[in-house]
């Protein structure tokens, strides 16, 4: 008995741990994943050209990828298609990082965002709206309009190395 009070007697005296979250906010560490973000480029045009790699490789398929054409007068991504439809059933998300590591384009990324509460399950799907990260200021956003046949590439050249 005496041993046990002299634990709570310990402890006593010691400073809370307590955050006060609204004022307070915890700092994460570096490799935490949260709240997924759809990126764009400097120039305001998609990242995600539609290939649903992300989708294949999430184990709880969570990701639903609808792909769509480009056109001249409608430019979304630098590639032939852009993603129509982009949704992430966050129910069923488990943050493995996965649809992360298999996108060629770098476009979905796991960010440090951790706020995530739904009253029911259809303000659980994000959308691509609620997950593409508006254009830098100055610059359009998509769609843009291309003259018909010329398009400027977003994505620079890759240099000849020997």
């Not at 759809?38 to 990242?47: M, Q, T, V």
């Not at 480009?70 to 982009?86: F, V, W």
């Not at 384009?105 to 706020?115: D, F, G, K, S």
Request: charged share 30%.
């Amino acid at each position: 008995m005496l041993e046990g009070l002299g634990t709570v007697l310990k402890h006593v005296f010691e400073e809370p741990v307590t955050v006060q979250y609204p004022e307070q906010i915890k700092k994460f560490r570096e490799r935490f994943k949260g709240r997924h973000e759809l990126k764009r480029y400097d120039n305001g045009l998609e990242k995600c050209i539609g290939c649903a790699l992300c989708a294949a490789a999430c184990p709880a398929d969570a990701i639903w990828v609808e792909a769509a054409e480009n056109t001249d007068d409608e430019r979304y991504s630098p590639g032939e298609r852009y993603a129509k439809t982009y949704e992430i059933n966050m129910l069923r998300c488990i943050f493995c990082g996965y649809c992360e590591e298999a996108c060629p384009t770098e476009a979905i990324v796991l960010e440090h965002h951790y706020e995530l509460s739904f009253y029911d399950r259809k303000s659980a799907i994000y959308t691509k709206d609620m997950l593409l990260v508006p254009p830098p200021p100055g610059t359009p956003g998509t769609p843009m309009k291309t003259e018909p046949g010329v398009f400027t590439r977003s994505i620079p050249e890759m240099e000849d190395r020997p």
